[in-house]
C-alpha cells in the first residue's frame, strides 16, 4: 500500500515530479516530511500530517499563520516561509479519513540547532525572535484567534497537573513520588506569578509562544539567523511567553531530553541571548511588563516541565515519544533547570535591567 504521506503530496502542486519524501524534523507534535522535486535543488517543501487532536481548528491555526505570514512580508532580516495551497487552492487538504495535511516552502542552505554552539548564536537568534515580535507588535492581537485556549496560563497548567495527580495512572504515580512533590511545592510562587496575567500594564501582544531555539533557522555554516519558523501557536499571548522559552532552549547546557544531572542554566548564554533580543526588540516597555520578563524563564521551564509530567501521568496522550518514561525524564530536565534557575535569578533580573540602563 502506498505512504499515506505519498497519497497527500499529491493533492498539491509542486514544480516538478517528487522524488523523495522522507522524515524530517524532532516536533513533539505533528508528522513531518521533507518533500524533494527533481528540477532543481531548491525544489524542497515540508508537508505535515496535522495533529488535530491537539490543534482542535487547524483552520483557525492555518488564517493565523497566514495572517503573520502577510504582515512579515515586508524587507527585515527575516525571510518569511510561504504556504504552499492545494490544488484546489485551501490552506489544508482533508483526506477522506479526515486526516488534514498542508505544505510549506523548505528554506534551503539553512539549519537548526536543538542547542547552542556559542555565545554569538544566542545573540542571532535572540535578535531574529526579536525581529519578529517588533514587526508583529504592530498588529492588534485580537486579529488572531486563539487556538489553543490558556496554553501558556501557569494556574491552568498547574490545576491541570494537580487533576492528573488524582485521576491519573497510579501505577506510574508510584514511579515519582519526587517529581510530583517538587511540583507542587512551587505553588505559592505560581500564585504570586499569575499576577501578570490580565495585568492592565502587562499587554496581550501578538506572541508566536515556541520560541525554541531549533525554530529559528540559520544560513548553513554560518551564525546568521534569517528565518522564524513553527508559526502554529502564533495568538495572543505575553511577552514574557517568548522571552521566557527562549531562555529555558537557549540556556540549558543540555538538549531537552537530555540527561537531567549534567542542566545548568548558562549565564554566557543568557547574557547573550539579552543582548540580540533587547537590540531588535526595541519597543519602550513599562515597569511592569519589563518585570514580568523576569519571571519569564522561571516560568516558561516550569510550565514544560508539569506538561511533560502531566503527560506522562496521564498515560502519554499529548506528546510523542521514543519510550515509556520519556515524558517523564523530560520533565525531570525541566526540573533541574528550574531549581538552577531558581538559584539564578537575581543575576538574571540584573542582566535585564541593565538593558534598560536601570543598573550599572
Ligand atoms: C511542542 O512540537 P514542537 O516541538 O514544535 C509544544 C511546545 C513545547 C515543545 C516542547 C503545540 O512543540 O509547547 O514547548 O513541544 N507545542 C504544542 O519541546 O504543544
Ligand atoms: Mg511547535
Redesign the pocket.
Known amino acids: 500500500m502506498e505512504h499515506e504521506a505519498a497519497l497527500a503530496e499529491r493533492q498539491f502542486e509542486f514544480p516538478g515530479p517528487v522524488v523523495n519524501i522522507s522524515p524530517f524534523g524532532s ?3 505533528h508528522d513531518t516530511y521533507l518533500i524533494s522535486c527533481s528540477d532543481t535543488d531548491s525544489s524542497r517543501f515540508v508537508l505535515q500530517k496535522f495533529n488535530h487532536n ?1 490543534f482542535k481548528n487547524p483552520q483557525q491555526v492555518m488564517i493565523n499563520i497566514q495572517k503573520v505570514l502577510s504582515h512579515l512580508d515586508q524587507p527585515s532580516r527575516l525571510e518569511p516561509m510561504q504556504i504552499i495551497r492545494t490544488r484546489q487552492g485551501e490552506l489544508l487538504y482533508q483526506s477522506d479519513d479526515g486526516v488534514y495535511w498542508r505544505v510549506f516552502s523548505y528554506l534551503d542552505h539553512s539549519e537548526s540547532f536543538d542547542q547552542l554552539l556559542n555565545r554569538q548564536q544566542a545573540r542571532e537568534a535572540a535578535g531574529a525572535f526579536g525581529c519578529f515580535l517588533e514587526m508583529l507588535s504592530e498588529m492588534d492581537s485580537e486579529e488572531l484567534y486563539t487556538t ?1 485556549p490558556d496554553f501558556h496560563h501557569l494556574g491552568t497548567r498547574f490545576d491541570q497537573l494537580k487533576e492528573a495527580t488524582r485521576s491519573g495512572s497510579e501505577k506510574r504515580m508510584k514511579t515519582c513520588p519526587k517529581q510530583i512533590e517538587f511540583a507542587l511545592s512551587k505553588e505559592p510562587q505560581v500564585i504570586k506569578f499569575c499576577k501578570f496575567l490580565n495585568h492592565p500594564k502587562v499587554p496581550k501582544r501578538v506572541t508566536h509562544n ?1 520560541t ?1 531555539l531549533n525554530n529559528v533557522l540559520f544560513k548553513q555554516g554560518t551564525t546568521q539567523a534569517f528565518s522564524v519558523i ?1 508559526l ?2 502564533v495568538m495572543p499571548g505575553l511577552l514574557l511567553y517568548d522571552f521566557g ?1 527562549m531562555a529555558r532552549t537557549f540556556c540549558n547546557s543540555v538538549p ?1 531530553e537530555g540527561e537531567a544531572s549534567q542542566v545548568l542554566f548558562r549565564m554566557d548564554y543568557f547574557e547573550a541571548l539579552c543582548e540580540g533580543f533587547f537590540s531588535n526588540f526595541r519597543l519602550n516597555l513599562q515597569t511592569m511588563e519589563l518585570n514580568s520578563l523576569k519571571a519569564g524563564p522561571w516560568w516558561m521551564t516550569f510550565i ?1 516541565g508539569i506538561r511533560f509530567l502531566t503527560d506522562y501521568l496521564l498515560g502519554d496522550v499529548y ?1 510523542k515519544i521514543n519510550y515509556p518514561e520519556h515524558n517523564l525524564n523530560r520533565a525531570e530536565n525541566q526540573f533541574a533547570l528550574l531549581a538552577d534557575i531558581e538559584n539564578k535569578q537575581s543575576i538574571i533580573n540584573e542582566n535585564i535591567d541593565r538593558q534598560f540602563g536601570l543598573t550599572s
Open positions: 516536533g513533539h507534535i491537539v489553543i515556541d525554541k513553527d502554529d501557536t522559552d531537552e514544560m506528546y
